[in-house]
Each structure stands twice: as structure tokens, then as C-alpha cells.
């Protein structure tokens, strides 16, 4: 105990250390507190911003939309009122109609333009010359024309967005309608994009050939970049939250304000609005974005800076404390001198101090502690010298051990061979066997590091402390029942814990070790509920090996004492030594090569298979990962495949059971018609050296 305490004083940190951690760690801690708070206002700050930009961005569109419109209609009503145009109208002169919508878009930039007769069907059409006397009678801007004899909408043809008017043409009587339109292209994105500073994707939901019940979505229009542009659409159709965004978008007809999405792992701030046609339905989408990453990199230079410099103060601020911690301590430092010195029984230190202070008062305090200790070095020097004229005193008696009182596992041995010994024995030969005897049960149990305590007649008392007490003291019975078979007079074992005193009881001239307490009681309740070969445990001790038990696939039933109403768990020598052999012994445990065994985690298994085994030149055994009534599930390396699989196997009783291992044959069959992330997969079904088993995913 002492070298233990010396050796935890020599590595603990000193006083001047502690107050330097500390004060480094309060400063990291204010400028790690700075520097979050700082990066969560950057970030509320670039959302702020990019918010902004999506409401601007609505704006701006809104009103480009407004300014496209109106231009298409003074365009329309400077057409309606050329003679011409009325001319070749009546005329129905379409290659004159086709020259002179070329020379006018030459002049006024519109994109297309068709003139149509009043039922609705193409006269000229500038982007499709062939497409004479198509009917678009049923096309909404049309509908609405004839209607109101005015339309305005986005114009959906062929996968390309537009905005477009329709307005009649008439001199006296209606001869048709005139519709005109500027396409929604990168160059109208990007204007949009130069007022507000958000980007801008215009998406049509209709296939570039226009097929009938086709509504895969398509950037028609800009400001990303190709790739960019292309990851939103993925995300719009993979992501199952945008997808249902986007269908309340182009189906309701309804706008999304905020969106978080993520492109191309960028995070990104989303406003999506519908695209309505002259009938107030969703031809499309205009989706504005705003780049949290773009909106932060200004504000994320200044978080950087100021960490730099966080940095640089917590590397000053321990400098300096380090510094004035030394200097403020270094009376403390004489003072821990002298204390070190005293302890040498040097007493004739002087630690005193002028200051008024607390150090300086804790200085004067030793001083006067010194002194006492100087007194009482001077009385012990003069009561040795007065001992050496003293008679010499008398042999006291031998101390066996210290008195105390502490919580142990006790084993009792009965030797049962030797209660009662036949007429015709002799007392050596008698005495040789017990003595034999008596050598393998000490040798048992001191290898698995227990102490022997007493030997009372033809019973053995010992004691087992420390890490896996139960566990050494299971394989020191299974040692001691080791090839005890069905003899009548074998020996038994009765394990128990508690608390007990044990220490030198004086009596006479002379002083025993004794071991008293409620578990030595209860050792011999114990053994009166034994027979020969068994080892019988308490419930304290079974809960202690409960753990390692399970783990071996292996459960002791309670039963009730006949002789005392404690409850109780017996097993047989042979399944004790089965669970405590080979590879699963303990550490300290002699094993049949006469070797210590080495330190391992778990008892044998039930199934009769150890870790380490090689099975089928396969599947090498690593550990036991748990057991139930039927069978034992092992931690295995496929040395085929090189991977970790987990294998199932019955319980070695269970081996010949045919009903079992039908039960094993369903399990496999109903797992295979199971496929779910939570759910293990099941790979197949066998047998390695007559033992069914089934593998699966570890």
C-alpha cells in the first residue's frame, strides 16, 4: 500500500501545474465560447442575406415578368396597326406574312411570333414555317384570346418556356390573332440574377418533345453552371421531401418560400414559385437559390480571424500565467522542502516568513509543528537509552496476520473419503493418503491464487480474494473433483461469500489464525446438501458467476435447501471442468501440459467449441457472442472470404435431436424471406463435423 500511494504522489501534478491548466483551460474555454457564437452569428447572418436575396429575386421577377408583357403588347398593337398586316391577312399571303414577321422581330427582338385565323388555327408561324393550319385553338393563351380578346402567359412549346400575348387582329371584322414571345433563356436569368445577386434555374415539366403525360422536369434556363444545374434536378427527383415540394409547386400551383437543399454538397436556400399559363395553371417552375456557402465566405474570413487570435491569446495568456503561478508559489515550494525533509526526520528546518498572508501564516504554523517534533525526537533518544538498562522482556506471542474484517469467497473441501475410517486401516497408511490428498487440494488452490486457512479433520477451509475470485475458485474445484467419476467417497466442494473476521486468536501462550463469520456457517449447510463429485455454490456466489454462465450458454436452476430453506445451485465435477478447461481456463489455472493457462474472458462453451478452434479449415472460432436454450452464436473469421461472420450452432445435448435442428432449418428458411436494414442477413445452412450450424451476417 505504501509503494502504491509513493507511486500515485510521484505522478500527480503539482499545485503550480494544476493553477496553470486551470487558468489555460478558463481561457480556452472564453475564447472556444467566442469563436462558436461568432460562427453561429456568421451563419445566421449568411442565411439572413441569402433570404434577402430570394425575396429580392421574387421581386425583380416578378416585375421582369410585368415588363415582358407589356413589351409584347405594344409590339402586338404596333402590328395590329400596320396596313399591311391586314392585307396580307386577308390575302392569307403567308410567305409576305413570314418576311415581314422576320424583318419586325430583326427590329423589335421578340423570339416568335404566329398569326392565327380566328377559329384558332396557324396562318404563319416564324419558329415553325411548315406548321401552316395547326389548330391551337385549345391551347390556353388562345382560349382565353377568343374569350377576352386579350391573353397573357408562359407559353410552353416543345420543352422551351416563354412569355407570350396574344392580342386580335381586326379591320372592321376580327381576321385572326397575333401571339408573340420572348423566350425564357439564360440571358433573362441572368439579368435577373444581376438585380437581385441570387441564381436563377427556370424548369420546364414537359419533355423536350412536348409527349403527351411527360412531366420529367428540364432546366430550360440558368445562372449554374451544367453540372449544377443537372445535380438539381436530381435532387428535385430524388430527394423525397423536394420531390413533394416540387409537386405542390407545378401541380397546386403554389409557392415555396424557403427550401434547404443540398447540390453537389453544397448547402443552398431555395424560393420555388409556379410558372402559370394564360389559364392560371403550372406550366413550369422559376426555383431562385442562394448559396449559404457564397453568403458565409466573407463573414467565415472574419470567425478565421478571430481564432487565429484566440489562439495567439490562450498561447500568451499561459505564458504570463504560467509565469506569475511560479512566482506566487515559490514560498509554497520551501515550505514543501521542509515538509519532505521532516518526513526524513529532519526537524531542524526553519520555514518562516515575514509576510502576512496566508503562506507566511501556514510557515509559522510549521515552525511550531517543528518544534513539537524536535521535543519528541529529543524524549524517544532519552527512553532508548533508559531501555538499555532494562531487564529483557518476555517471548510474546506469534502474531498470525493482522485482525480485520473484509468480504471474501470461501471454498469448503470435504474430504469425504475420510470420515470415517474402516476397522482394518491402518493409521499410516491412513495418513499418507490424506496427506497425498491434502498436498493436491493446497496445490489447486494456490495455483488458481487462493489461501489456504485452516484443515479442520477431512475438511479443507480456504479463501479466495481479488479480480475473478468466483471464477479461479470454480477451476480450483473442477481441479480438485478432476476424475472423481461416480466414486460414493470423492470429495465435495461448497463455495460461498460474505463477510467475514478472520485474524490471530490468542489463547493460552499461544496464538491460531481463525476465519469467523456467517459464510463458514453457511459453508457446512452447504455441504449437507452436496453428494461426492458435485460442487455446490450459494447465491451470492452464482450471481457473481451468473455473467460468465450465460456467456458460456450454460444456466444453473435454484433449488431449495433440505436442510436449510437457502437457496442453492449445484453442478457436477465433470461439467465444472468442462467449463473452466483448455483454452477457457483462468489465469493462474494449472492446464493438462502443466502449464499457468493464460487470462481469458469467458468460460467453455456448452456447445463443446472454444474460441480458437478451426472449424471445416474455415471458420476460425474468436469468441462466444451469446447463447439461448437451443443453441451457442460464435464471433468467426471466414478465412475463405477473409471477413467476420457470426455462427450459429445447437448446444452439444441437442446435437442428435432432430427436432432442433428442424427448428434451426425453419429459422434459416424464414429469414431468407426477410429483407430489411435491421435485420441480419442469413448466408447458409450446413454442417462442420456433424454439427448443424447457420451463418450470418456479424
Same mark, same amino acid.
Do not use: C
Given at each position: 500500500?505504501?509503494?502504491?500511494?509513493?507511486?500515485?504522489?510521484?505522478?500527480? %501534478?503539482?499545485?503550480?501545474?494544476?493553477?496553470?491548466?486551470?487558468?489555460?483551460?478558463?481561457?480556452?474555454?472564453?475564447? &472556444?465560447?467566442?469563436?462558436?457564437?461568432?460562427?453561429?452569428?456568421?451563419?445566421?447572418?449568411?442565411?439572413?442575406?441569402?433570404?434577402?436575396?430570394?425575396?429580392?429575386?421574387?421581386?425583380?421577377?416578378?416585375?421582369?415578368?410585368?415588363?415582358?408583357?407589356?413589351?409584347?403588347?405594344?409590339?402586338?398593337?404596333?402590328?395590329?396597326?400596320?396596313?399591311?398586316?391586314?392585307?396580307y391577312l386577308a390575302e392569307r399571303d403567308t410567305r409576305s406574312i413570314l418576311d415581314l414577321l422576320s424583318e419586325r422581330g430583326k427590329d423589335l427582338g421578340f423570339d416568335f411570333a404566329i398569326f392565327l385565323d380566328p377559329d384558332g388555327k396557324v396562318i404563319a408561324r416564324t419558329d415553325r414555317p411548315e406548321a401552316v393550319g395547326q389548330d391551337l385553338s385549345q391551347r390556353a393563351l388562345i382560349q382565353k384570346a377568343r374569350a377576352e380578346f386579350e391573353a397573357a402567359g408562359v407559353w410552353q412549346d416543345g420543352g422551351n418556356l416563354y412569355y407570350a400575348v396574344a392580342v386580335?387582329?381586326?379591320?372592321?371584322?376580327?381576321? &385572326?390573332?397575333?401571339?408573340?414571345?420572348?423566350?425564357?433563356?439564360?440571358?433573362?436569368?441572368?439579368?435577373?440574377?444581376?438585380?437581385?445577386?441570387?441564381?436563377?434555374?427556370?424548369?420546364?415539366?414537359?419533355?423536350?418533345?412536348?409527349?403527351?403525360?411527360?412531366?420529367?422536369?428540364?432546366?430550360?434556363?440558368?445562372?449554374?453552371?451544367?453540372?449544377?444545374?443537372?445535380?438539381?434536378?436530381?435532387?428535385?427527383?430524388?430527394?423525397?421531401?423536394?420531390?413533394?415540394?416540387?409537386?405542390?409547386?407545378?401541380?397546386?400551383?403554389?409557392?415555396?418560400?424557403?427550401?434547404?437543399?443540398?447540390?453537389?454538397?453544397?448547402?443552398?436556400?431555395?424560393?420555388?414559385?409556379?410558372?402559370?399559363?394564360?389559364?392560371?395553371?403550372?406550366?413550369?417552375?422559376?426555383?431562385?437559390?442562394?448559396?449559404?456557402?457564397?453568403?458565409?465566405?466573407?463573414?467565415?474570413?472574419?470567425?478565421?480571424?478571430?481564432?487565429?487570435?484566440?489562439?495567439?491569446?490562450?498561447?500568451?495568456?499561459?505564458?504570463?500565467?504560467?509565469?506569475?503561478?511560479?512566482?506566487?508559489?515559490?514560498?509554497?515550494?520551501?515550505?514543501?522542502?521542509?515538509?519532505?525533509?521532516?518526513?526524513?526526520?529532519?526537524?531542524?528546518?526553519?520555514?518562516?516568513?515575514?509576510?502576512?498572508?496566508?503562506?507566511?501564516?501556514?510557515?509559522?504554523?510549521?515552525?511550531?509543528?517543528?518544534?513539537?517534533?524536535?521535543?519528541?525526537?529529543?524524549?524517544?533518544?532519552?527512553?532508548?537509552?533508559?531501555?538499555?538498562?532494562?531487564?529483557?522482556?518476555?517471548? &510474546?506471542?506469534?502474531?498470525?496476520?493482522?485482525?480485520?474484517?473484509?468480504?471474501?469467497?470461501?471454498?469448503?473441501?470435504?474430504?469425504?473419503?475420510?470420515?470415517?475410517?474402516?476397522?482394518?486401516?491402518?493409521?499410516? %497408511?491412513?495418513?499418507?493418503?490424506?496427506?497425498?490428498?491434502?498436498?493436491?487440494?493446497?496445490a489447486a488452490i494456490t495455483a488458481a491464487r487462493g489461501q489456504l486457512e485452516a484443515v479442520l479433520g477431512h475438511h479443507v477451509l480456504a479463501r479466495f480474494d481479488g479480480d475473478k475470485r468466483a471464477v479461479r475458485a470454480l477451476a480450483a474445484a473442477a481441479e480438485i473433483l478432476k476424475n472423481a467419476g461416480d466414486d460414493p467417497e470423492a470429495p465435495l466442494v461448497a463455495l460461498t461469500a460474505g463477510r467475514v473476521a478472520l485474524g490471530p486468536v490468542p489463547f493460552g501462550e499461544q496464538s491460531e489464525r481463525a476465519v469467523v463469520g456467517a459464510p463458514v456457517a453457511q459453508?457446512?449447510?452447504?455441504?449437507?446438501?452436496?453428494?461426492?463429485?458435485?460442487?455446490?455454490?450459494?447465491?451470492?456466489?452464482?450471481?457473481?458467476?451468473?455473467?460468465?454462465?450465460?456467456?458460456?450458454?450454460?444456466?444453473?436452476?435454484?433449488?431449495?435447501?433440505?436442510?436449510?430453506?437457502?437457496?442453492?445451485?449445484?453442478?457436477?465435477?465433470?461439467?465444472?471442468?468442462?467449463?473452466?478447461?483448455?483454452?477457457?481456463?483462468?489465469?493462474?489455472?494449472?492446464?493438462?501440459?502443466?502449464?499457468?493457462?493464460?487470462?481469458?474472458?469467458?468460460?467453455?462453451?456448452?456447445?463443446?467449441?472454444?474460441?480458437?478452434?478451426?472449424?471445416?479449415?474455415?471458420?476460425?472460432?474468436?469468441?462466444?457472442?451469446?447463447?439461448?436454450?437451443?443453441?451457442?452464436?460464435?464471433?468467426?473469421?471466414?478465412?475463405?472470404?477473409?471477413?467476420?461472420?457470426?455462427?450459429?450452432?445447437?448446444?452439444?445435448?441437442?446435437?442428435?435431436?432432430?427436432?432442433?435442428?428442424?427448428?434451426?432449418?425453419?429459422?434459416?428458411?424464414?429469414?431468407?424471406?426477410?429483407?430489411?436494414?435491421?435485420?441480419?442477413?442469413?448466408?447458409?445452412?450446413?454442417?462442420?463435423?456433424?454439427? %448443424?450450424?447457420?451463418?450470418?451476417?456479424?
Amino acid at each position: 500500500m505504501t509503494d502504491t500511494g509513493t507511486s500515485r504522489r510521484r505522478f500527480s %501534478p503539482s499545485l503550480a501545474t494544476r493553477i496553470f491548466l486551470v487558468t489555460s483551460l478558463l481561457v480556452t474555454l472564453a475564447v &472556444g465560447a467566442a469563436v462558436a457564437v461568432t460562427y453561429w452569428l456568421v451563419q445566421k447572418t449568411a442565411r439572413r442575406a441569402a433570404d434577402e436575396a430570394l425575396e429580392s429575386s421574387s421581386s425583380v421577377q416578378t416585375a421582369f415578368q410585368t415588363e415582358r408583357y407589356e413589351r409584347l403588347r405594344l409590339i402586338s398593337r404596333l402590328f395590329a396597326a400596320d396596313p399591311a398586316v391586314a392585307a396580307y391577312l386577308a390575302e392569307r399571303d403567308t410567305r409576305s406574312i413570314l418576311d415581314l414577321l422576320s424583318e419586325r422581330g430583326k427590329d423589335l427582338g421578340f423570339d416568335f411570333a404566329i398569326f392565327l385565323d380566328p377559329d384558332g388555327k396557324v396562318i404563319a408561324r416564324t419558329d415553325r414555317p411548315e406548321a401552316v393550319g395547326q389548330d391551337l385553338s385549345q391551347r390556353a393563351l388562345i382560349q382565353k384570346a377568343r374569350a377576352e380578346f386579350e391573353a397573357a402567359g408562359v407559353w410552353q412549346d416543345g420543352g422551351n418556356l416563354y412569355y407570350a400575348v396574344a392580342v386580335p387582329l381586326s379591320k372592321g371584322t376580327l381576321l &385572326g390573332f397575333l401571339v408573340t414571345g420572348f423566350a425564357i433563356n439564360d440571358l433573362s436569368a441572368l439579368e435577373v440574377n444581376k438585380i437581385s445577386g441570387a441564381d436563377v434555374a427556370y424548369v420546364s415539366t414537359a419533355s423536350a418533345a412536348g409527349a403527351a403525360g411527360e412531366t420529367s422536369p428540364r432546366v430550360v434556363a440558368s445562372t449554374l453552371p451544367r453540372q449544377t444545374a443537372d445535380s438539381l434536378i436530381a435532387v428535385l427527383m430524388a430527394d423525397a421531401k423536394m420531390k413533394r415540394m416540387m409537386e405542390t409547386v407545378v401541380v397546386a400551383g403554389k409557392s415555396i418560400r424557403r427550401a434547404d437543399i443540398s447540390v453537389r454538397g453544397e448547402p443552398w436556400i431555395a424560393f420555388l414559385a409556379p410558372l402559370l399559363d394564360a389559364a392560371g395553371k403550372p406550366v413550369g417552375a422559376s426555383v431562385a437559390l442562394a448559396s449559404l456557402e457564397k453568403e458565409s465566405a466573407d463573414y467565415r474570413q472574419i470567425a478565421t480571424a478571430l481564432l487565429l487570435a484566440g489562439i495567439v491569446s490562450i498561447l500568451l495568456a499561459s505564458l504570463v500565467s504560467f509565469g506569475l503561478t511560479r512566482r506566487t508559489l515559490a514560498p509554497v515550494r520551501r515550505l514543501l522542502t521542509a515538509t519532505e525533509a521532516a518526513r526524513k526526520g529532519d526537524y531542524d528546518q526553519q520555514v518562516g516568513s515575514g509576510s502576512g498572508d496566508e503562506v507566511g501564516q501556514l510557515g509559522r504554523a510549521f515552525d511550531d509543528l517543528l518544534s513539537d517534533l524536535r521535543e519528541k525526537r529529543d524524549m524517544e533518544a532519552y527512553v532508548t537509552e533508559l531501555s538499555k538498562s532494562l531487564p529483557e522482556p518476555r517471548e &510474546g506471542r506469534a502474531a498470525l496476520g493482522h485482525p480485520q474484517a473484509k468480504d471474501a469467497l470461501l471454498m469448503g473441501v470435504e474430504l469425504r473419503g475420510y470420515g470415517a475410517l474402516r476397522a482394518d486401516a491402518g493409521p499410516e %497408511p491412513v495418513l499418507d493418503r490424506f496427506g497425498a490428498e491434502l498436498a493436491r487440494v493446497s496445490a489447486a488452490i494456490t495455483a488458481a491464487r487462493g489461501q489456504l486457512e485452516a484443515v479442520l479433520g477431512h475438511h479443507v477451509l480456504a479463501r479466495f480474494d481479488g479480480d475473478k475470485r468466483a471464477v479461479r475458485a470454480l477451476a480450483a474445484a473442477a481441479e480438485i473433483l478432476k476424475n472423481a467419476g461416480d466414486d460414493p467417497e470423492a470429495p465435495l466442494v461448497a463455495l460461498t461469500a460474505g463477510r467475514v473476521a478472520l485474524g490471530p486468536v490468542p489463547f493460552g501462550e499461544q496464538s491460531e489464525r481463525a476465519v469467523v463469520g456467517a459464510p463458514v456457517a453457511q459453508l457446512e449447510s452447504l455441504a449437507r446438501e452436496a453428494t461426492s463429485g458435485e460442487v455446490v455454490l450459494s447465491r451470492e456466489v452464482h450471481d457473481e458467476l451468473k455473467a460468465s454462465f450465460e456467456q458460456a450458454g450454460y444456466q444453473l436452476a435454484p433449488r431449495r435447501g433440505l436442510v436449510s430453506p437457502q437457496l442453492l445451485y449445484v453442478l457436477s465435477g465433470t461439467m465444472a471442468l468442462r467449463l473452466t478447461a483448455g483454452r477457457a481456463g483462468v489465469a493462474g489455472v494449472a492446464t493438462p501440459d502443466g502449464k499457468a493457462g493464460e487470462a481469458v474472458s469467458t468460460l467453455a462453451t456448452l456447445s463443446g467449441i472454444e474460441p480458437g478452434a478451426l472449424m471445416a479449415r474455415r471458420f476460425e472460432i474468436l469468441s462466444v457472442l451469446g447463447a439461448g436454450g437451443m443453441g451457442v452464436v460464435y464471433k468467426a473469421r471466414d478465412r475463405e472470404l477473409d471477413d467476420l461472420v457470426a455462427l450459429k450452432m445447437l448446444k452439444r445435448e441437442l446435437w442428435g435431436d432432430r427436432g432442433q435442428l428442424e427448428r434451426l432449418k425453419s429459422e434459416i428458411k424464414l429469414a431468407r424471406k426477410i429483407t430489411h436494414p435491421n435485420v441480419l442477413r442469413t448466408f447458409d445452412f450446413g454442417e462442420i463435423d456433424g454439427i %448443424p450450424y447457420i451463418s450470418m451476417e456479424y
